[in-house]
């Protein structure tokens, strides 16, 4: 069997440039993620009549500056995908060729030098999706709110129906590592001064740690925020691991870091974390707008308020009060468990090992469902 060919039954991606670099890239990628194989062909190749290419699951087409688009027997060969997603790529076009590209109804146009998120689109669409993972993030609005606490359980809760990445991209104090007593001595040194160099490998050594299906990546770096090539290294983190599983948690602390708004911008659903005095609700009001301007909408925003227990009467701030303040319709809630949470760090333990049946992890359960629910029923 060729080198190149693919094994059977194994999704294939079928690249088609005389650019070195291009195909390196999405070699890199796909030595990464293993779930499809790549074949490799010069542009021309795509043009003759004994091409393969309907026996490609997607196909890019690198055109480069556009000449061959004027080739007679183009429009044959597209013709024979006969329902093969196609991608196209190409340097900066005149705009007679753009008009070209445009009737080749192709399910995208990209331009070079490819960013590491065309890549991972490029492969998304192949296993027929926009996107290839779900992505979840947790914001405290303050400290001490229990956004990790929230996040580590939804990690094991998800991880009950398939594997998970639990990110906790706090670098100043590497919280979720902390509390499941998780840490790795690998010198990130090299790999953050130079983030192109992460892979797969890469990712196996520098976990903190894996619970069952759930694998965790936490870092205390606090040198790290202020680094040229922090934000390239969290991203290229967050990139491949949406490539690896299926489900993503991400504990994301609430600072204005390079990368706040790229990860609340591509993230499934955002959860705020807050609690219910007054300087809490205004730090919450101000994150939850700011997440609102990065998303373009309140969509896959969801709302706990944590440590709280709204009584019939006599409540100093009501329920009413916070939805004013916030501006929202609804959001839920879950009481204050010092002795089990104090319980759980200190036995290195989710909380619901402790006890499933507290009042707290019931009610933490219960907005996770909310957030999780169709998501685990399709599972």
């Given at each position: 069997?060729?080198?190149?060919?693919?094994?059977?039954?194994?999704?294939?991606?079928?690249?088609?440039?005389?650019?070195?670099?291009?195909?390196?890239?999405?070699?890199?990628?796909?030595?990464?993620?293993?779930?499809?194989?790549?074949?490799?062909?010069?542009?021309?190749?795509?043009?003759?009549?004994?091409?393969?290419?309907?026996?490609?699951?997607?196909?890019?087409?690198?055109?480069?500056?556009?000449?061959?688009?004027?080739?007679?027997?183009?429009?044959?060969?597209?013709?024979?995908?006969?329902?093969?997603?196609?991608?196209?790529?190409?340097?900066?076009?005149?705009?007679?060729?753009?008009?070209?590209?445009?009737?080749?109804?192709?399910?995208?146009?990209?331009?070079?030098?490819?960013?590491?998120?065309?890549?991972?689109?490029?492969?998304?669409?192949?296993?027929?999706s926009t996107s290839s993972s779900r992505v979840t993030t947790i914001i405290g609005a303050s400290g001490g709110a229990g956004a990790t606490t929230l996040a580590l359980m939804a990690g094991h809760y998800l991880s009950q129906s398939g594997t998970v990445a639990l990110v906790d991209l706090d670098f100043q104090t590497g919280s979720c590592g902390a509390y499941l007593n998780s840490q790795n001595e690998f010198d990130l040194e090299a790999v953050v001064a130079n983030p192109d160099r992460l892979d797969a490998e890469l990712l196996d050594l520098i976990k903190a740690g894996q619970r069952a299906n759930l694998e965790l990546y936490s870092f205390e770096r606090p040198d790290l925020v202020f680094a040229p090539t922090a934000r390239r290294f969290a991203l290229r983190l967050l990139d491949l691991l949406t490539l690896r599983h299926k489900e993503v948690v991400i504990d994301l602390p609430n600072l204005s870091t390079p990368w706040f708004d790229d990860v609340v911008r591509h993230s499934d659903d955002v959860v705020i974390v807050f609690e219910t005095n007054v300087a809490a609700l205004r730090q919450a009001k101000m994150l939850l707008r700011r997440v609102e301007a990065a998303r373009g909408g309140s969509k896959g925003i969801a709302l706990l308020a944590n440590k709280t227990r709204f009584r019939m009467f006599g409540n100093p701030i009501s329920r009413k009060d916070v939805e004013k303040l916030l501006g929202v319709d609804h959001f839920h809630t879950a009481v204050r468990d010092h002795d089990l949470l104090t319980d759980a760090v200190n036995r290195a333990i989710f909380p619901s090992e402790v006890s499933s049946h507290a009042s707290f992890v019931r009610q933490a359960h219960r907005f996770l469902s909310s957030v999780f629910g169709v998501r685990k029923s399709a599972r």
């Open positions: 069997m060729p080198k190149s060919a693919p094994r059977p039954g194994t999704r294939t991606l079928g690249i088609y440039s005389e650019d070195a670099g291009l195909r390196a890239q999405f070699a890199a990628r796909l030595a990464d993620t293993g779930r499809a194989a790549m074949v490799e062909a010069e542009p021309a190749s795509f043009l003759s009549a004994s091409a393969t290419t309907s026996k490609h699951d997607l196909i890019v087409l690198d055109v480069g500056d556009g000449a061959m688009l004027e080739d007679s027997r183009f429009q044959a060969a597209r013709d024979k995908l006969a329902g093969v997603p196609l991608i196209v790529v190409s340097e900066a076009l005149a705009p007679e060729r753009v008009r070209q590209v445009v009737k080749l109804q192709a399910a995208d146009w990209l331009r070079k030098p490819l960013l590491d998120q065309d890549i991972s689109a490029v492969l998304a669409q192949m296993e027929g």
